[in-house]
């Protein structure tokens, strides 16, 4: 089975602060992890995924598959930030079906 | 915006009336979820499909049906709607299963409230 644990539900922070956002897995093989992002009303979209190796908005997250998790930082939140993200991950062997955590929601305060 | 309508975008109903909801994409994926997302759970994946004719259940399927007649249309259907399927609902698309197109693309949602 797989998992994704998203420990926070509500993160809030000051403009110009480091953020984090939480995300430890659960799964057996070789995972593939994404961010995703939703901005007030709007869809939601691909922030980034592991496989990629990118840095989008100032963001970045690295695998780390001893501690299992694939935590998103960010060195200075901006405004424009304020959003759901959540974590996800599609294993490799279930016909591209992901699991998605429950989502954080990230407030940046001016 | 990839191209991925659903429709309605807004539905209120009456419990035990059947409700359907339509995901179109213009895309030619091959890959079409519907997911549903509630406060405290995230998004939890209802039914999804791998091709024309081809579906399947994911974690939260009871009370929901699916179809795919065509490449471009995910049909989920509510057969007697309840209050507790009182949520909103994402359709989402993917090009493969796997390799560098496997990024899920969403559609704008559909907010259902069941009476």
């Known amino acids: 089975a797989q998992r994704v644990t998203q420990p926070e539900k509500l993160l809030s922070v000051f403009k110009g602060a480091p953020v984090e956002l939480k995300c430890n897995y659960s799964?057996?093989?070789?995972?593939?992890l994404f961010w995703y992002v939703q901005y007030s009303r709007q869809r939601l979209q691909l922030l980034l995924r592991?496989?990629s190796r990118e840095s989008i908005k100032g963001f970045t997250a690295d695998l780390n598959k001893g501690e299992t998790s694939f935590h998103l930082k960010k060195p200075f939140a901006q405004e424009e930030d304020s959003a759901m993200y959540y974590c996800?991950?599609?294993?490799?062997?279930?016909?591209?079906?992901?699991?998605f955590g429950d989502g954080t929601t990230l407030t940046v305060k001016p | 915006d990839a191209g991925i309508t659903q429709s309605p975008r807004h539905k209120v109903t009456e419990t035990g009336t059947p409700v359907t909801l339509r995901c179109h994409q213009t895309?030619?994926?091959?890959?079409m979820y519907w997911y549903r997302q509630d406060p405290g759970h995230g998004l939890r994946l209802i039914h999804y499909?791998?091709?024309?004719?081809?579906?399947d259940k994911g974690e939260v399927s009871d009370g929901y049906s699916v179809s795919r007649s065509k490449t471009e249309d995910f049909l989920l259907t509510l057969e007697s709607a309840t209050s507790s399927q009182t949520s909103v609902y994402f359709c989402?698309?993917?090009?493969?299963?796997?390799?560098?197109?496997?990024?899920?693309?969403f559609g704008p949602g559909t907010r259902l409230l069941v009476l």
């Open positions: 989402a698309i993917s090009e493969s299963e796997r390799g560098a197109q496997e990024t899920q693309y």
């Open positions: 799964y057996s093989g070789s995972p593939e």
């Open positions: 592991h496989i």
């Open positions: 996800a991950l599609r294993g490799n062997t279930n016909a591209g079906k992901s699991t």
């Open positions: 895309e030619n994926h091959r890959y």
């Open positions: 499909s791998y091709g024309v004719k081809d579906t």
